[in-house]
């Protein structure tokens, strides 16, 4: 069996760099406290994404507050 190399090609692509993502003050959905959050996050902890994940969960389906 042949041994297999990585062409040059590959071996000369940068990687792109990760984007650090905006940070912005928010008030939290749940408890109120104003939290530095990215974009797309709602809650300040874990302990209030679960609170709201519990809150809206029923047998079922989804409901509203």
Known sequence: MAK???PEYYKSIKKPK???E???ERNCFICGKKAKMGKFQRYCTIQCRNTATRLDSVA??????
């Open 4 to 6: 297999f190399e990585i």
């Open 18 to 20: 990760q984007e650090e």
């Open 22 to 24: 905006n940070m912005t």
């Open 60 to 65: 079922h389906g989804l409901r509203f507050r």
